[in-house]
Nanobody
Framework: QVQLVESGGGLVQPGGSLRLSCVAS????????MAWYRQAPGKERELVAF????????NYADSVKGRFSISRDNAKNTVYLQMNSLKPEDTAVYYC?????????WGQGTQVTVSS
């Protein structure tokens, strides 16, 4: 019933930009905070960016602060992650989920590879 479909990843050179999208369905999207997470090979999944349900207050991991920007369009049930000044260490599979009370079933994510 709940679906989280990430897209927008790809191969980009260091310093480049990508915009990820996550289309959600199966729950009242506008009532929940949303977040982006990422998981690099051999590492644990980590929180990257967070946005509240109504006020749009955001928070970011220190590693991406100043480079990434999370936003949402409640009319489209979509959350975005604008990624600028990408670094090789940003390489990971990126997932969206709720910021709290996360769904146990994660989507397939979208691969971001930063390499020259």
């Amino acid at each position: 019933q709940v679906q989280l479909v990430e897209s927008g990843g790809g191969l980009v050179q260091p310093g480049g930009s990508l915009r990820l999208s996550c289309v959600a369905s199966g729950f009242t999207f506008s009532s929940y905070s949303m977040a982006w997470y990422r998981q690099a090979p051999g590492k644990e999944r980590e929180l990257v960016a967070f946005i509240t349900s109504t006020t749009g207050i955001t928070n970011y991991a220190d590693s991406v602060k100043g480079r990434f920007s999370i936003s949402r369009d409640n009319a489209k049930n979509t959350v975005y992650l604008q990624m600028n000044s990408l670094k090789p260490e940003d390489t990971a599979v990126y997932y969206c989920n709720r910021g709290t009370n996360r769904f146990g079933n994660w989507g397939q994510g979208t691969q971001v590879t930063v390499s020259s």
